[in-house]
């Protein structure tokens, strides 16, 4: 394979540079396989000793289709460009979605998720939303990002399907949000109010951070608050999971 | 602190020591102080710098009432027995609960995961189990360890609350419970049977593993199928958000 090629994965696993560069990527057959389902697969990279295989195979076929070029690793690369124990044989370089306000104002039900931290959550709430049917996601601009490779792999090529609005200022998305006549829910610990899942297509759904819940400034922009009852002894519950229990009752 | 102490917590990182002692550890100060309100705790490692701060000195005066021996520990000791990046600062070593079949025989209902692979995954639905006040579990002879130390930190000390049993062959285990007059629910996708969490108190709720779902043979045993309903386009929903969903209907 090209080595700009590889540097460029290498360079991708930083922050930074997908930024710089708007483009992240994904590993393993089922993400690459449904990247190939969108517009803005970058190119292929093959661990070339399993290029015959047949999910390679008609990977290659379906890139060749599409014009996407594939190119082909060697067992030192791999070495190089995994980021688990396992390299799944086949990686996509993937151009990142610009996703504006607007893309948003869709009157469907969006999720916000106040600094949210752990990258393998973020991408199971995203795994989750989609399975519902959300697509409409805002993150507070001190969280995790979501083209991070462990988010990525988490959310199961759910990535593809949801827009995801990350880099602006929290409070002035939501003042921005309830001039659109949005109504806006927190979901925060022992509040009065148990989750019904009854709401208005325009609403907005806030998640705070496992460690601290919802930050007081985001807590008062809310029309109401909710929380989830338990029977049990536990102190709180997993942020996936209670977004996973929201969302289930819509 | 003692040589024996060390090397001890240093060997319950390993399954076979584990059951060999029946012994476990948990780390960081909310688990510990769980563990105190138990009497299964057989002694208290702290790292010895910390040892005037106040919420590690209220365990401190705690453990002295239960007599339970504290031991301190430096900064080469942390380095050897810390199992994430930071130490918590503190652990606890915990005697392993003997469950048997009838202790789950209390008239409520059962979880039953068939072979968990994820030690997270695992330790998110214990907390999860326990926040609905579900506290008999089962897993399949091949599940992963419920006492190794990311399961046990994912819990977030509802390990304490749960009764496991995790040895015996499932299929066995099984049998017995239709004997019971216990009712047995599976969780499969794509079942037609959309879940409304009505089940008679003596039932037994099983999911399979994140990657193949409920092998066959367990399957045959439920006198009910059932899938968790979405509209989006993800593939499946993760296990820990699944379970979650499932019990927040019950």
Redesign the interface.
């Known amino acids: 394979m090209q080595s700009k090629t590889l540097k460029q994965i290498k360079n991708l696993q930083q922050k930074k540079y997908r930024y710089e560069f708007r483009e992240f990527f994904v590993e393993g057959i089922k993400s690459v396989k449904e990247a190939l389902a969108f517009p803005n697969v970058l190119s292929i990279v093959i661990e070339g000793s399993r290029r015959d295989e047949k999910e390679f195979a008609e990977i290659i076929k379906t890139a060749e289709k599409k014009n996407v070029p594939v190119e082909f690793c060697g067992r030192r690369e791999v070495e190089y460009l995994k980021t688990t124990e396992s390299f799944p044989g086949i990686m996509a370089i993937i151009e990142m979605p610009e996703v504006v306000f607007e893309d948003l104002m869709d009157e469907r039900p969006i999720i916000c998720l106040d600094e949210i931290k752990d990258p393998?959550n973020l991408g199971?709430i995203i795994?989750?939303?989609?399975?519902?049917?959300?697509?409409n996601i805002i993150l507070s601009e001190d969280s995790v990002d979501p083209y991070n490779e462990k988010t990525v792999r988490?959310t199961?090529?759910?990535i593809f399907?949801v827009k995801i609005l990350n880099k602006y200022k929290l409070s002035a998305v939501l003042e921005k949000i309830k001039k659109e006549d949005y109504k806006i829910f927190a979901f925060k610990a022992n509040s009065e109010n148990e989750w019904d899942g009854k709401i208005p297509p325009k609403s907005v759904l806030i998640f705070g951070s496992e460690s601290h819940g919802i930050r007081a400034e985001y807590v008062d922009f809310a029309d109401k608050l909710y929380s989830?009852k338990?029977?049990?002894?536990?102190?709180?519950?997993?942020l996936?999971?209670?977004?996973?229990?929201v969302l289930?009752?819509l």
């Open positions: 393998g199971t795994r989750t939303a989609d399975w519902f049917g959300i697509h988490s199961m090529g759910s399907r989830i338990g029977k049990g002894s536990a102190e709180s519950l997993n996936a999971v209670s977004v996973g229990i289930s009752k």
